[in-house]
């Protein structure tokens, strides 16, 4: 297997993929990396160095940079979609959904049904998300929340090379609109990632961490801040199941459910904020599907019902931190 970094997986498995599809294109705002600049075409290999080389291999045909109009990408992806083809639609920031809302939730996502199933909307919407890279309120959100609420729309999460690579991939052949969420702050991570046709199937959790104590959820970028507190609480002799949804839509319940019947504690750690969160949801499933056999309230740690500061100092206070997931384990095993 290659080590390799998050934004590595990703560009490989866009040159992969595209390889092997024709029909698969990407556009977005400067997918093209430089184009218009002094250096030219491939001068900063794109914005986020997700699309770095594809122009070079595959022509201003499959990499098509849009004007700064997120309503265009995507309500040109929905045409392009319908006609036949696979587009892969950047959204630089996934702050602007608000932009392209209507074609997203109205169009894009209803499609399939309002047709009756004789049509598909292979749609792949990479946002880029997420807070910790001291880039403000309007460019640090995490919108998963959102889209996960949205009937017809899958949700995709990856937090390692090997998962973002397998996502991908699973995204790029199948027959739904996908909103393939990418934290800035994860796309330098590394790992391993396996060899060859690697796919991982939607709804499908990853369990990266096993103890008898306490289940805890983590979503995106918080899966390694809640690694870090399981460690600092492994000296204290709690062990903590860590899971990994990778998807919200569709979400692995049972893989949730089974863990909590066998610790009977949850903590859910989440970078939205608490109100109709994600983390919000999940102790709703866990709470109706599993009340009997919790030892102790569901606990969640979240970011406040703030904007994203964009102060380095208030912005590390505002997001969820290994300390405070430790120290939510602590409270929640006070009870009995």
């Not at 995490?142 to 009937?151: D, I, W």
């Not at 690697?198 to 970028?221: Q, S």
């Not at 903590?240 to 859910?268: H, K, N, Y």
């Not at 406040?304 to 997931?325: D, G, K, N, V, Y």
């Amino acid at each position: 297997m290659a080590v390799m970094t998050v934004r590595e997986a990703i560009n490989r498995t866009l040159h992969d993929e595209m390889e092997r599809d024709p029909n698969i294109f990407v556009l977005g705002e400067d997918v093209a990396g430089g184009a218009g600049t002094e250096g030219g075409q491939e001068a900063i290999g794109g914005i986020w160095g997700t699309t770095e080389g594809l122009i070079g291999k595959f022509g201003p045909k499959r990499v098509i940079d849009t004007p700064i109009s997120e309503s265009a990408i995507i309500g040109a992806a929905a045409g392009a979609a319908l006609a036949g083809k696979r587009p892969v639609a950047e959204l630089m920031f996934a702050d602007f959904i608000g932009v392209c809302a209507d074609q997203l939730i109205n169009q894009i996502a209803k499609f399939r049904y309002m047709f009756g199933g004789n049509t598909s909307c292979p749609v792949v919407v990479r946002l880029i998300y997420g807070a910790g890279m001291n880039a403000a309120a309007q460019h640090s959100q995490a919108f998963y929340n959102l889209l996960t609420a949205v009937p017809g729309l899958k949700v995709a999460l990856p937090t390692t090379p090997a998962d973002a690579k397998g996502l991908l991939t699973e995204a790029l052949r199948g027959d739904d609109p996908v909103m393939f969420f990418e934290h800035k702050a994860l796309y330098s991570r590394k790992g391993e990632v396996p060899d060859g046709d690697h796919r991982v199937p939607f709804g499908h959790a990853r369990m990266v961490r096993e103890g008898g104590d306490v289940t805890i959820v983590a979503l995106g970028r918080m899966v390694s801040f809640a690694e870090k507190a399981v460690d600092g609480l492994a000296a204290e002799g709690i062990g903590c199941d860590v899971i990994d949804p990778r998807t919200t839509s569709p979400l692995d319940e049972e893989a949730i459910l089974d863990s909590v019947e066998q610790t009977g504690r949850l903590v859910v750690v989440d970078e939205s904020p608490p109100r109709c969160s994600m983390a919000a949801d999940i102790v709703a499933i866990v709470t109706e599907k599993a009340f009997s056999c919790l030892k102790a309230p569901p606990r969640m740690v979240t970011a406040p019902h703030t904007p994203i500061p964009f102060s380095r100092e208030l912005e590390r206070a505002w997001l969820p931190s290994p300390e405070r997931i430790a120290k939510a384990v602590q409270e929640t095993l006070r009870w009995g």
